[in-house]
């Protein structure tokens, strides 16, 4: 069974900061996801990827395939991406559907 | 409604009381998930079906946690004699295939009493 870890697991940070979210796996994956989940329970898709980086708006997201380990990036912070961020890992084989989750990194950022 | 919609948002069982959650997932999307998350925790795979058929069903925690989905669209996880330990969140999810971005809905906050 896949191993993911989240650190930080809690992170305070003042309007405008550069935030970083790590996230490393055990063993092989298919690819991964970083999620967003705002209280209440809603849970956003934000990136899904298997190799290198992605970019949306503020949000950057980088995966090391030798290193197991991922990182997701908020430039310019602002106190709406308050929320949980939760990365997940997809089995690789047969069974990639299969997302095994980390805890999530609570993230505050006041103004 | 062009996203994943999930009934009750909120149940509140007695301990013994079976329980019936619904997922109504995004219209054409094949695959379909249930998770389980309890507080303070990622979630956890519980089942996925691929149209109407349960292709996996190896996270369900016992013989009283059952879904369906019997026409491939609508699903249904259904839980008998719900114990303190079942209270969490259950997170539906699908996507057009198994390969592709899961989209989530709301879930269901179950609170066994």
């Known amino acids: 069974k896949n191993e993911v870890e989240q650190s930080p697991q809690n992170l305070t940070a003042q309007e405008g900061e550069f935030i970083t979210i790590n996230c490393s796996y055990s063993v092989g994956i298919s690819a991964l996801h970083w999620l967003q989940q705002h209280p209440g329970g809603g849970i956003v898709s934000l990136f899904m990827?298997?190799?290198g980086k992605k970019k949306h708006g503020r949000l950057i997201a980088t995966i090391n395939i030798q290193e197991k380990h991922s990182s997701l990036h908020i430039t310019a912070s602002h106190p709406r991406d308050s929320a949980v961020y939760i990365c997940a890992a997809g089995n690789s084989g047969g069974s990639n559907y299969k997302l095994t989750f980390g805890k999530g990194t609570l993230l505050t950022v006041n103004p | 409604g062009a996203g994943v919609s999930q009934s009750p948002r909120y149940k509140v069982a007695k301990r013994g009381q079976d329980v019936a959650l619904r997922c109504d997932p995004i219209?054409?999307?094949?695959?379909l998930f249930w998770y389980q998350q309890a507080l303070g925790q990622g979630p956890e795979f519980l089942t996925y079906?691929?149209?109407?058929?349960?292709?996996?069903k190896s996270g369900l925690p016992s013989d009283r946690f059952f879904a369906e989905r019997p026409e491939g669209s609508v699903s249904t996880l259904k839980i008998q004699r719900t114990q303190q330990e079942d209270s969490a969140v259950y997170l539906c999810a699908s996507s057009m295939d198994r390969h592709n971005e899961q989209f989530f809905g709301p879930g269901t906050r179950l609170t066994v009493l």
């Open positions: 219209s054409g999307h094949v695959s």
């Open positions: 990827l298997s190799s």
């Open positions: 079906f691929q149209n109407e058929a349960q292709l996996d």
